[in-house]
Nanobody, 126 residues
Framework: VQLQASGGGLVQPGGSLRLSCAASGDIFSSENMGWFRQAPGKERDFVAAINWRGGKVLYADSVKGRFRIAKDNAKNTLYLEMNSLKPEDTADYYC????????????????????WGQGTLVTVSS
C-alpha cells in the first residue's frame, strides 16, 4: 500500500484546511488509519484515527472539537478537516495505516502503524 497525502498550505489563524490521503491498494475493514503531525524540532504526535469500517474515531485532546477525521471507502481516501486553526497547529502532517487481520482499538502510538505517507506541510500564520 502506498499513501499519498496532500492539501497542506498556508492559512491564517482561525482558518480551515482539508487534508487528503489517497491509498493505492486494498484497505480492509479490520484496519485503522490515522493522522500524525510533527513540528520542527519536536516528536511526531498523534492527531486522529479512524477504523476503516467506520464509526469509531479517536482524537488528541489538542484538536478535539476543531478537527474531524473522515474517510471515503469507495475512493480509498482518508481526510482530515481542520477548523479554527491555531499557530501551534503548524506542522508536517502524515497519514498512516495500521494493518490488522482483526478489528482492534484505535491507537495513538505511531509505532503500531505500518505504512506512512509523505508529509504535507500546514502553516498557520498571519
Amino acid at each position: 500500500v502506498q499513501l499519498q497525502a496532500s492539501g497542506g498550505g498556508l492559512v491564517q489563524p482561525g482558518g480551515s484546511l482539508r487534508l487528503s490521503c489517497a491509498a493505492s491498494g486494498d484497505i480492509f475493514s479490520s484496519e485503522n488509519m490515522g493522522w500524525f503531525r510533527q513540528a520542527p524540532g519536536k516528536e511526531r504526535d498523534f492527531v486522529a484515527a479512524i477504523n476503516w469500517r467506520g464509526g469509531k474515531v479517536l482524537y488528541a485532546d489538542s484538536v478535539k472539537g476543531r478537527f474531524r477525521i473522515a474517510k471515503d471507502n469507495a475512493k480509498n481516501t482518508l481526510y482530515l478537516e481542520m477548523n479554527s486553526l491555531k499557530p501551534e497547529d503548524t506542522a508536517d502532517y502524515y497519514c498512516a495505516l495500521e494493518r490488522r487481520s482483526r478489528p482492534g482499538p484505535l491507537q495513538m502510538t505511531s509505532t503500531v502503524y505500518d505504512y506512512w505517507g509523505q508529509g504535507t506541510l500546514v502553516t498557520v500564520s498571519s
